[in-house]
């Protein structure tokens, strides 16, 4: 991954490509768009590479309800038979489309258009065309076009100029007559619709910013809760290296095993920081010491956070709770991180999620809702090895969470490294 974008090889999509829905993905926001696996789109445009938050991204059509929104490129499958390159000259507009901001025209279906200009990739306008049409002339999304019946007339003649990146450079076609000028392209947030990146309380989450296509199985815009899901994230050879990793970690430290007013708890524990942090972790009656991030979870979280889009280290979080996990026989009942380190009942909080081992279920359920008939089950899902969850937003304030037992006896060992970050550090041990 370099500091621009996670693709390093080139996309096998193009704009106009019809592909299918390969899962059903959740909108993440303003701007997104919400898919049924199996979906047919449409792609309008194709995410810069040059703009990091765009890259990876695509902003299609649904072709069902004709929504448009932007969808992680991953989402989408292989394309289906592409339509002809989009050349200059007479041409039919075949989507209604508005104009996505000044300098834009507004396209409706079965209007005639003139294309002067078409974009490229070499000129960072790929998937755009310049034209004349009955509301004027302005740019357009070029999959919106199609050439018009032979022996239509062309209307233009002559040479144009056009503007590339605030340059004029001349522009010449041996059957044009005059010359134009073309507008400067207007800069990319207003060439196309821009995602509310996050939800309407400006959070941003997970699966907006990562690489890769997060599902929500949870999103509860209302209550501001929302677990995000990537199965997979770590390959098997890969979680199981990891898995390795961490236990001779732990063979080296030792896990804890605290005692609360109910006894010693049944699963290994072992609570980290970041260097300079002296932060006890409090809960369920019980204090656990901390102990600084060995090498090896800074390893462990340098292959892990880029695929939350955290390729920063200064934008990772400050603290890890492992959990060992035995056998079947060893769980944890229902309960929210509302610890005071991490103001989950008062903010919004971020809380990711690793899974290595043994595959277990993980339920979560909104408190208010507990007594109802189906528990107030909210989304129950089977992490495997490599699994990556998260919780976000208020999720500690309206939900609880548990891992229930396991029925079967060939239950084996699995562990478990949840991140998050401290915001309010112990006055009296921390001092930061």
Same mark, same amino acid.
């Given at each position: 991954?370099?500091?621009?974008?996670? !693709?390093?090889?080139?996309?096998?999509? !193009?704009?106009?490509?019809?592909?299918?829905?390969?899962? *059903?993905?959740?909108?993440?926001?303003?701007?997104?768009? $919400?898919?049924?696996?199996?979906?047919?789109?449409?792609?309008?445009?194709?995410?810069?590479?040059?703009?990091?938050?765009?890259?990876?991204?695509?902003?299609?059509?649904?072709?069902?309800?004709?929504?448009?929104?932007?969808?992680?490129?991953?989402?989408?499958?292989?394309?289906?038979?592409?339509?002809?390159?989009?050349?200059?000259?007479?041409?039919?507009?075949?989507?209604?489309?508005?104009?996505?901001?000044?300098?834009?025209?507004?396209?409706?279906?079965?209007?005639?258009?003139?294309?002067?200009?078409?974009?490229? *990739?070499?000129?960072?306008? *790929?998937?755009?065309?310049?034209?004349?049409?009955?509301?004027?002339?302005?740019?357009?999304?070029?999959?919106?076009?199609?050439?018009?019946?032979?022996? $239509?007339?062309?209307?233009?003649?002559?040479?144009?100029?056009?503007?590339?990146?605030?340059?004029?450079?001349?522009?010449?076609?041996?059957?044009?007559?005059?010359?134009?000028?073309?507008?400067?392209?207007?800069?990319?947030?207003?060439?196309?619709?821009?995602?509310?990146?996050?939800? $309407?309380?400006?959070?941003?989450?997970?699966?907006?910013?990562?690489?890769?296509?997060?599902?929500?199985?949870?999103?509860?815009?209302?209550?501001?809760?929302?677990?995000?899901?990537?199965?997979?994230?770590?390959?098997?050879?890969?979680?199981?290296?990891?898995?390795?990793?961490?236990?001779?970690?732990?063979?080296?430290?030792?896990?804890?095993?605290?005692?609360?007013?109910?006894?010693?708890? *049944?699963?290994?524990?072992?609570?980290?920081?970041?260097?300079?942090?002296?932060?006890?972790?409090?809960?369920?009656?019980?204090?656990?010491?901390?102990?600084?991030?060995?090498?090896?979870?800074?390893?462990?979280?340098?292959?892990?956070?880029?695929?939350?889009?955290? =390729?920063?280290?200064?934008?990772?979080?400050?603290?890890?709770?492992?959990?060992?996990?035995?056998?079947?026989?060893?769980?944890?009942?229902?309960?929210?991180?509302?610890?005071?380190?991490?103001?989950?009942?008062?903010?919004?909080?971020?809380?990711?999620?690793?899974?290595?081992?043994?595959? !277990?279920?993980?339920?979560?359920?909104?408190?208010?809702?507990?007594?109802?008939?189906?528990?107030?089950?909210?989304?129950?899902?089977?992490?495997? =090895?490599?699994?990556?969850?998260?919780?976000?937003?208020?999720?500690?304030?309206?939900?609880?969470? !548990?891992?229930?037992?396991?029925?079967?006896?060939?239950?084996?060992?699995?562990?478990?490294?949840?991140?998050?970050?401290?915001?309010?550090?112990?006055?009296?041990?921390?001092?930061?």
């Amino acid at each position: 991954q370099n500091s621009k974008c996670w !693709r390093q090889q080139p996309t096998m999509h !193009r704009v106009g490509d019809t592909l299918v829905v390969q899962h *059903a993905v959740e909108a993440l926001g303003g701007g997104y768009l $919400a898919a049924d696996a199996g979906a047919t789109v449409q792609i309008l445009y194709l995410g810069s590479r040059q703009e990091q938050e765009e890259c990876g991204w695509a902003y299609v059509r649904a072709l069902s309800s004709c929504q448009a929104g932007w969808i992680h490129e991953q989402a989408l499958g292989e394309p289906h038979a592409r339509p002809a390159a989009l050349q200059p000259g007479p041409h039919v507009i075949s989507m209604s489309l508005p104009a996505t901001g000044e300098g834009y025209l507004p396209l409706h279906r079965g209007e005639s258009i003139e294309v002067l200009y078409v974009g490229s *990739a070499d000129d960072g306008d *790929a998937g755009w065309a310049f034209g004349q049409g009955a509301a004027g002339r302005g740019w357009f999304l070029a999959v919106a076009a199609r050439r018009a019946p032979a022996g $239509a007339k062309d209307s233009r003649r002559g040479c144009f100029y056009m503007a590339l990146n605030g340059d004029t450079s001349l522009k010449t076609n041996s059957s044009l007559a005059s010359a134009e000028r073309l507008p400067a392209r207007p800069l990319v947030a207003a060439r196309h619709p821009q995602p509310d990146r996050g939800n $309407a309380t400006a959070m941003r989450l997970i699966g907006a910013a990562a690489p890769s296509a997060w599902r929500y199985p949870l999103f509860d815009e209302d209550r501001s809760c929302f677990v995000g899901h990537l199965p997979g994230a770590l390959a098997s050879d890969k979680a199981r290296a990891t898995l390795r990793l961490a236990m001779d970690g732990m063979d080296l430290l030792g896990w804890d095993r605290p005692v609360s007013g109910l006894g010693q708890i *049944a699963r290994g524990t072992k609570w980290m920081v970041s260097d300079g942090c002296h932060c006890p972790y409090r809960y369920g009656g019980v204090i656990v010491k901390p102990t600084t991030f060995p090498p090896w979870m800074l390893e462990v979280m340098a292959l892990v956070m880029p695929l939350c889009g955290l =390729s920063d280290s200064a934008q990772w979080p400050n603290s890890c709770n492992l959990n060992c996990y035995s056998d079947g026989g060893v769980g944890v009942d229902w309960h929210a991180d509302d610890e005071a380190l991490f103001r989950g009942k008062q903010r919004p909080c971020t809380i990711i999620s690793l899974s290595l081992g043994e595959a !277990r279920i993980f339920e979560v359920r909104r408190a208010e809702d507990a007594q109802e008939s189906n528990g107030g089950m909210a989304c129950r899902l089977r992490l495997q =090895s490599g699994d990556l969850c998260t919780m976000e937003g208020m999720c500690q304030k309206h939900c609880e969470h !548990r891992v229930p037992k396991c029925k079967r006896r060939s239950c084996r060992l699995r562990l478990n490294l949840t991140w998050r970050w401290i915001v309010s550090h112990d006055r009296l041990r921390c001092g930061l």
